[in-house]
């Protein structure tokens, strides 16, 4: 299609730009407004970086919240498709819930109405060229900047001044161009008039990929009188429909809680749209009350057109948020939950991979999906339930009881279980992770540590469950005494992990540090009761090798949970991380603590 | 009030006092300072203690975590005497 389009698309521009001048004026206006608007996006996604994620997480427990956010956020960034992708992302990642960022896209199609009020109400009145050549030139200088800060600051300055810029260049086509050729000759009146207009709103926001730039195109032509107030409404509709399409178009990657968002962005913007041309005469009044009533000339069209623009969005919030709940509803049954895949990643996908803070927690999300297939292959590979791990059952006294052996292929689970889904959190982190900012490859090396530790863990369990399954149900009470040990410290290591993984940012480390000294403790206990049991003839030497290799994977697997337990759940700020490594004990100082108990 | 809540929580992520810390001496000091908070949490739940098995448990946790505490101690003295 694009092989089609865009050849037409350029063929159309080269001949306008051939017959008229101004045209060519009028398109490198639009031209430079949205190269503008890019500049926007880069600078404010650079200078807020992780605040506007905080502030995102903490919006959106209330709708009115998440409305709010919607609302100030697009208003300040002039984007409603930022906040949009922005928002897909987050829901992507499993940040928010799908009502927030329902009430985000609804706040940002009533912010995004106050661009028009800034070109309509400042652009058009003053000489915007004049603002903007100081702009450019500063922001430009701030761009080149090392700094972040400065980057971020210069893009949204130089940004600002592409779009003054560009403001300038189609009101002065739309004014020349006006003395070659009348457009408002073309005015097509009444229904006909709304439906055409509406649909050439939807057309030029689809292909420009930005409303902003239809609204300024609308706003240059009703002030240079190119086109009647009616057809410049229908085009006003038609940009907030035609909108969505950012919105549909970043859900593609994202998972099925994006494409609801997309979705819902649809309904509200084609109930909204439909909702101003059938109730056009009566909103019309009241955008007529509501000028007279606030200064307005009754022939100013480009604040009125403004006026209309924020009501319209209005009055489909009004009519969306009671119905909030149905569309919820509806949307869950369009885009029904995929059957959990176990061996599918839950929460990579490239939808985040824009956001740092937000990439970083979809790869933590991940690790915790990984380690909670994992902890199944652990609690199993050990001849342990899941539900006696998770209780407060005492575990020695479990592992005495009469043993039933599990059926269960180990080799089996931790291929279609673990075993791709590491393979995808290595691919995506190493795919991902170049361009992040240090903080953040950091962290990310840390999760990534942490899979490791897990799946090695793992394969040491494999290594074990051989000899476990046979000494757990042997008739030697020693040997069996011994395995069942092993199982119990292990056991105790998953139920602790599993409390810091219950626990979210609450989790309270110390009790890995407790597990780490008794793992210490264990492994110097277990050489002494060896050695006594050979001496006394209670196991064999098979059993005894058995049991010293035995051992050394049961060492090696707690070592592994804990340090995995310690870069899932340990301080995600790299400085307080840092910390903790420099005072974290070694093995002769942890080893020191053992021989000394005083 | 609500509202009133809302503010304070946007203002904080703006508050300097609360951002990350990044030298590596901060750090250090606050880890420290946890720590010593943990050590006397810890010790008040062991004199509270009755169960043998949880008095071991968090037993082991004082150990480790008066260890931590006095090598980031000595982490920090050193630190003061290079400067």
Redesign the interface.
């Known amino acids: 299609m694009r092989k089609i389009v865009l050849p037409i698309i350029f063929a159309v521009l080269a001949y306008g730009f051939w017959i008229s001048p101004d045209f060519k004026q009028i398109a490198a206006g639009v031209a430079i407004f949205l190269f503008g608007m890019l500049f926007l996006e880069d600078g404010f996604k650079a200078y807020t970086g992780g ?1 506007l994620e ?2 995102l997480k ?2 959106t427990d ?1 709708l009115w ?1 998440s409305m709010t956010f919607g609302v100030i956020s697009t208003s300040i960034m002039q984007s409603s498709s930022l906040v949009s992708v922005i928002t897909i992302s987050f829901l992507s990642a499993g940040l928010i819930g799908l009502t927030a960022g329902i009430g985000i896209v609804f706040g940002a199609n009533l912010g995004t109405t106050t661009g028009a009020w800034l070109i309509a109400g400042f652009g058009l009145k003053i000489d915007i060229a004049a603002y903007a050549m100081p702009m450019l030139v500063f922001g430009i200088i701030l761009a080149f900047q090392s700094s972040k800060t400065a980057k971020g600051m210069g893009y949204i300055l130089a940004g600002l001044g592409f779009l003054f810029l560009g403001i300038h260049h189609m009101k002065e086509g739309f004014e020349t161009f006006k003395e070659t050729i009348d457009l408002s000759q073309f005015a097509v009146p009444g229904f006909a008039g709304l439906l055409l207009y509406t649909g050439i709103g939807i057309f030029a926001t689809v292909v420009m990929q930005s409303s902003h730039a239809t609204l300024v195109i609308t706003i240059t032509a009703l002030a240079a009188g190119q086109i009647t107030y009616e057809n410049a409404l229908a085009l006003a509709i038609g940009a907030n429909i035609g909108t969505c399409i950012t919105a549909i178009l970043g859900a593609i990657s994202a998972n099925v809680d994006g494409r609801r968002l997309a979705a819902a962005h649809l309904i509200f913007n084609v109930t909204t749209g439909v909702v101003a041309i059938v109730l056009m005469n009566q909103i019309l009044v009241v955008v007529d009350w509501i000028a007279a009533h606030i200064g307005i000339a009754a022939d100013d069209w480009t604040l009125k057109l403004s006026i209309f623009h924020s009501l319209f969005n209005t009055l489909g919030i009004l009519i969306m948020v009671p119905l909030m709940g149905n569309l919820v509803k509806v949307l869950h049954q369009i885009f029904p939950q995929p059957k959990a895949d176990l061996v599918a990643p839950l929460y990579l996908n490239e939808a985040v991979t824009e956001f740092p803070d937000t990439l970083v927690e979809t790869v933590r999300k991940e690790v915790l999906h990984l380690y909670d297939n994992a902890f199944e292959v652990l609690a199993h590979g050990l001849n342990l339930h899941r539900h006696d791990i998770r209780s407060d059952a ?1 575990l020695i006294e479990l592992t005495q009881q009469p043993e039933k052996l599990m059926e269960f292929d180990i080799d089996d689970i931790y291929g279609r279980k673990v075993k791709v889904l590491y393979n995808a959190i290595v691919e995506f982190t190493s795919r991902t992770q170049a361009d992040l900012p240090q903080e953040h490859m950091e962290r990310i090396y840390v999760l990534r540590e942490a899979a490791r530790d897990i799946v090695e863990a793992i394969k040491d369990v494999k290594h074990m469950r051989k000899n476990l399954v046979t000494y757990i149900v042997s008739d030697n009470p020693s040997i069996k005494a011994e395995y069942n040990k092993i199982r119990a410290q292990l056991g105790e290591i998953l139920r602790e992990l599993t409390t810091l993984r219950d626990a979210g940012e609450a989790a309270d480390l ?2 890995l ?2 597990l ?3 793992m210490e ?1 264990n492994d110097v206990t277990l050489n002494g009761d060896l050695d006594r049991l050979i001496r006394e003839g209670r196991i064999t030497a098979p059993m005894a090798t058995s049991l010293m290799n035995d051992s050394t994977y049961s060492y090696d697997v707690a070592k592994n949970l804990i340090a995995a337990g310690a870069g899932l759940f340990g301080p995600h ?4 991380r ?3 490594e ?4 070694d093995d002769e ?2 080893d020191q ?1 053992v021989r000394n108990p005083g | 009030m ?1 509202v009133k809540k ?1 503010l304070k ?2 203002a904080g ?2 508050d300097l006092r609360k951002q ?5 001496k ?3 000091e ?3 300072g946890r ?1 010593q908070a ?1 050590q006397v949490e ?1 010790e008040a739940s062991l004199a509270e203690e009755q169960t043998e ?1 949880q008095r071991n ?2 037993t ?2 004082l ?3 008066t ?3 006095q ?2 101690e000595k ?1 920090l003295q050193d630190l003061a005497e290079q400067a």
């Open positions: 605040v905080k502030i903490r919006t209330k919240k005492d110390v009790a540090d407790g780490r000294l008794q403790e700020d790299l400085g307080m840092q910390a903790a420099d005072i974290e004990l100082e942890l603590l | 609500a809302f929580q946007v992520l703006f990350k810390c990044k030298d590596k901060v750090c250090l606050e880890a420290v720590l943990r810890l098995k448990k968090l082991k946790q150990k480790v975590v260890a931590k505490r090598k980031g982490i």
